[in-house]
């Protein structure tokens, strides 16, 4: 009973350290692929939704209406970072990326709905510069899901 009962605490601490985070896309415009890159290599495109097992750090996600570029440049770019406890995101105009189209992203399954839309090229709620810190979003919480909704 002994072997059952620690087998089962095992079990349980295994499934708390499977970090999960789900990316999901909601394009309303009607045209183009969200593209998620990360480390310069291109993750999912065309997907609505991506899954990353384990902690995400420092990626970013697009809407590809072929004019961006392979980073997402020319576009509007999200960029966010999906760790347990310490999650970020983000929206940036900053060049090379400029505004395309509106996006808004929010958090699911811990901080929900709390995020940023933005919906012109002079935007607030977006980067324009590197201490427009006021852009970022944060949240605390453990395996943390992102929408992201363009147009
Ligand atoms: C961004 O747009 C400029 C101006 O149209 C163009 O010259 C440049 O090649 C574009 N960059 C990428 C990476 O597509
Ligand atoms: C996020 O997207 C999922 C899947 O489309 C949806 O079920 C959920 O309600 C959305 N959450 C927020 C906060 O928009």
């Known amino acids: ?7 089962a605490i095992l079990a ?3 499934l708390a350290a499977a970090e999960l985070h789900i ?3 909601d ?3 009607g045209n183009g ?18 899954i990353f097992r384990g902690p995400a ?4 996600a697009f809407l590809q209406d072929g004019s961006c570029g392979a980073a997402g440049e020319n576009c509007t770019l999200v960029e966010f970072t999906l760790v347990d406890g310490v999650n970020s995101a983000d929206i940036s105009l900053i060049e090379p990326h400029t505004f395309s189209q ?6 699911s399954n811990g901080c929900d709905g709390e995020g940023k839309t933005c919906a012109s090229a002079d935007c607030p709620e977006a980067f324009h510069d590197a201490d427009d810190f006021d852009a970022e ?12 909704t363009f147009c």
Do not use: H
């Open 102 to 107: 509106s996006v808004g992203f929010a958090y």
């Open 57 to 60: 750090t420092a990626a970013s």
């Open 23 to 25: 990316v999901w896309f």
């Open 33 to 50: 692929e969200p593209v998620i890159v990360q480390n310069g290599e291109q993750l999912s495109s065309g997907d609505y939704s991506y």
């Open 137 to 148: 979003v944060q949240c605390a919480r453990n395996d943390v899901n992102l929408n992201i």
């Open 12 to 14: 349980s601490a295994a």
């Open 27 to 29: 394009n309303r415009c």
């Open 1 to 7: 009973m002994m072997f059952a009962k620690s087998l």
